[in-house]
């Protein structure tokens, strides 16, 4: 029941990340799409359209990062990880895991011990503290920590997903691999 709640309320707070993104990408295409047609068909523009742009350019890179990374999506390189023993193949994926919560902590500590400089930094068009754009470093460092932390966890929990069994496989490389495999006799995971 527990457990139930808890991946409801993770899936709600993924949902919420991901309209986040269509916010962002919808407000680049309107300013951008908006600012050229008035630039070239009425010699005007709207003021705020770069720097709007670009700060919402910063959030949806990185709330992008978290949605996927909680899909498994970033570019990975496995071929020393297929080669290890499932016992290496684990330590190397909890060093992974834990050099990666390193870098968020490093990020999150770096944006808190900026707080007050962004506070009193405003943008030159908007005229907002930049801590504003910054702040989602905040939401991108904690919720990539969180993710990284469940995944250490669940490398050595009982009946954990093998870690040389690749997600970051795609279509080409995976058949490539079965036949490779298949040539030499071995079944691919």
Same mark, same amino acid.
């Given at each position: $029941?527990?457990?139930?709640? &808890?991946?409801?309320?993770? %899936?709600? !707070?993924? *949902?919420? &990340? ?12 309107? $300013? ?5 047609? #008035? =630039? !070239? ?5 709207? &003021? ?33 990880? =297929?080669? #290890?023993?499932? /016992? ?5 994926? +909890?060093?992974?895991? #834990?050099?990666?919560? /390193?870098?968020?902590?490093? #990020? ?13 930094? &405003? ?10 754009? !910054?702040?989602?470093? !905040? ?5 990539? $920590? ?7 966890? $669940? ?6 997903? %093998?870690? *040389?069994?690749?997600?970051?496989? %795609? +279509? ?18």
């Amino acid at each position: $029941m527990q457990s139930c709640l &808890l991946a409801r309320i993770v %899936d709600a !707070y993924f *949902r919420l &990340l991901e309209f986040i993104l269509f916010l962002c990408m919808t407000g680049m295409v309107v $300013m951008v799409f908006g600012n050229v047609v #008035l =630039r !070239y068909g009425f010699n005007s523009g709207i &003021l705020i359209s770069e720097e709007l742009s670009r700060f919402l350019f910063v959030w949806m890179t990185f709330i992008g990062a978290v949605v996927v990374l909680r899909e498994h999506g970033h570019l990975g390189m496995d071929t020393v990880i =297929r080669m #290890l023993p499932l /016992a290496g193949a684990k330590i190397a994926k +909890a060093i992974s895991d #834990l050099l990666i919560i /390193a870098g968020c902590i490093y #990020l999150v500590s770096g944006t808190w011990q900026q707080h007050d400089v962004n506070m009193d930094n &405003l943008s030159p068009v908007l005229a907002v503290p930049m801590e504003l754009v !910054y702040s989602v470093a !905040y939401i991108s460092g904690l919720s990539m $920590m969180a993710i990284t932390a469940v995944s250490l966890v $669940m490398t050595f929990l009982p009946g954990a997903p %093998d870690p *040389r069994q690749s997600t970051f496989v %795609d +279509a080409e490389e995976e058949a490539a691999l079965k036949s490779i495999d298949a040539a030499s006799g071995k079944s691919s995971p």
